[in-house]
């Protein structure tokens, strides 16, 4: 089955810099990868998320990159805000129909240093 | 308001006792979702149902057991078999042609 692995477990930035976040997966089938942000106590939300047929997708100071050669997406957050501060799950999917299972990341901590 | 909501937010149960997690959405998803979220383990699969009437076993299924009798219904019920059964338990729902999941807030399991 899918494997996915998230670095680091844990970023500190200062605000306003930017905060890079990355994931690799082992299924080459893969070819759906969405990024939650998860509050403290609160389920996570879908923040921004890639298919297999791009290579970058942006969405104002989010964005992805995937590199299905190597196999690995990234997520990059620029101009950091404290509210910017969760846990960040990357996750990978076979996205055909009937098979929408979600393989998660163990996350990233992310904390905004004012 | 669409979405998907959970009760209670938190439980507290004896050890040996089962417990049922309900889940509710309204946002006419096919498919629904359980999750068991762990300290530093990210979220794990434990059911899913694509259908009513039908449901697949996910990652971690033992010592769980759900039922999907209407669409917008997946309650989880978690057995005194569990060995290990504190945690907060998430459920999700999507289109079945889609892919984006959307969660609930989540329940958190305290076994005393």
């Known amino acids: 089955g899918e494997n996915v692995e998230q670095h680091p477990s844990t970023l500190s930035v200062q605000e306003g810099d930017s905060a890079v976040i990355k994931c690799t997966y082992s299924?080459?089938?893969?070819?759906?990868f969405p990024w939650y942000k998860q509050e403290l106590g609160k389920g996570p939300q879908l923040i921004i998320d890639i298919r297999s047929n791009v290579g970058e997708k942006k969405d104002q100071r989010i964005a992805v990159t995937l590199n299905k050669t190597a196999k690995h997406f990234s997520l990059h957050i620029t101009e950091t805000q404290p509210e910017d501060s969760a846990v960040y799950f990357c996750?990978?999917?076979?996205?055909?129909?009937?098979?929408?299972?979600?393989?998660f990341g163990t996350g990233t901590r992310l904390t905004i240093i004012p | 308001d669409g979405g998907i909501t959970q009760s209670p937010k938190y439980l507290f149960r004896k050890e040996g006792q089962n417990v049922t997690l309900s889940c509710e959405q309204n946002l006419n998803h096919d498919a629904m979702y359980w999750y068991r979220q762990d300290p530093g383990q990210g979220l794990r699969l434990i059911y899913y149902?694509?259908?009513?009437?039908?449901?697949q076993k996910g990652d971690i299924a033992e010592g769980y057991s759900v039922s999907r009798e209407k669409k917008e219904s997946f309650p989880l019920t978690v057995t005194s078999a569990q060995k290990n059964p504190t945690a907060f338990y998430l459920c999700a729902s999507s289109h079945r042609e889609g892919n984006e999941q959307f969660f609930g807030p989540g329940t958190r399991l305290t076994v005393l």
């Open positions: 149902s694509q259908i009513v009437n039908d449901f």
């Open positions: 996750a990978a999917s076979e996205a055909n129909f009937g098979n929408e299972k979600l393989t």
């Open positions: 299924d080459s089938a893969s070819n759906y």
